[in-house]
């Protein structure tokens, strides 16, 4: 195939299929909306992220905006550059450039949430350099409801159970978007076929020993029983509407009760004694998120576990989420851990 006939097929495809165009048409509005002329497109090689690679592909010969595709090889597996080449290979035959950025610390344990963390440390490094403010990733209706079933088997308060935003700031000036949360991984699926004839499956994907996979294989028993993902997605929606309304609220306590001071944040420890479990656990993850500089909060059961030693008389200084927590007179103070230095870890 010709890279202009290539360009072409990715220009016009999505007007010959009722269903695609309209699909679209929905991501071309969302992107409109940001109102940016230069993105970048997380890339995996799986369907969904394929998906998004032919959607903003199709979005900037439309509209001559700029993407960066860019793939995290993670160096888990033994082949993993072999297949980012692969991957790579796919997308030069559509005139699609793929940048692979390549992990070299070592994980041993937590891998997937390590992994994740560290995937999207390179990205933002990435964005950095190439004064890139919006990354899109591929995440889709089943990766919302799977989400929801993971924190609420960790017992997540409303928070979590809303699951994934649209849009949510990671640093500084770096917006996470996710255009396709409302699609099913079906309709990706046959995207990505169309485009580019064939996809890349994750080995992982189908490992037991991973929560999100023994999540996904109870969509079949859900379903024999009546239990629709499309049910449980109006759910996750009404759940995030009231966490909007929350926020709203939440946000105003914390500029009241937390005030920074240079490299700082000082939390009123009366202030936050008066409040209920869940508002001190918004108000404890949002200060170390703002420390760290984390897109990711530590789970919740840490900081309740914080929380309780927070509430006893001693002084004792802790870590958590790369944070260190000192109560100190009428306040309590989270300023960057300090690695050379031994604490208490949660």
Known sequence: MSKKNSSAIL??????????????????KKLNHLKKKIFLVAVSGGPDSLALTALSKSYSLKN???????????????NSFTEAVLVKNLLKKHKI??????????????????????????????????????????????????????????????????????????QNNITLVRPLLDLKKIQLTKISKLIFSQFFKDPTNKDSKYL??????????????????????????????????LDLYFNQIYKKIAHRKKS???????????????????????????????????RSQKIINLIKRLEMPSKTKSTLGGCLIIKHQNHIILEKENKNKQYIKI
């Open 11 to 28: 220009k016009n495809s999505f007007e010959d299929d009722k269903e695609l165009s309209n699909i679209y048409l929905k991501f071309e």
């Open 264 to 298: 700082k944040i000082l939390i009123n420890t009366k202030s936050l004694n008066d409040l209920n479990q869940e508002m001190k656990m918004r108000v404890i993850k949002k200060s170390i998120t703002e420390i760290s500089k984390s897109y990711y909060s530590p």
């Open 64 to 78: 001559k905006v700029k993407f960066y595709y860019v793939l995290v090889d993670h160096n888990l597996r033994k």
């Open 212 to 245: 999100r996979t023994r999540v996904r294989k109870l969509k079949k028993s859900l379903e024999n029983i009546g239990i629709k993902y499309d049910q449980i997605f109006k759910s996750i929606k009404n759940l995030a509407s009231s966490r909007d309304t």
């Open 97 to 170: 450039d793929l940048r692979i950025l390549r992990n070299k610390k070592e994980i041993k344990r937590n891998i997937q949430g390590e992994a994740r963390s560290i995937r999207y440390d390179l990205l933002t490094k990435f964005c950095k350099r190439n004064k890139i403010k919006v990354m899109l990733t591929a995440h889709n209706l089943e990766d919302q409801v799977e989400t929801f079933f993971i924190r609420l088997s960790r017992g997540s308060g409303l928070q979590g159970l809303s699951s994934m935003k649209q849009s949510s700031k990671i």
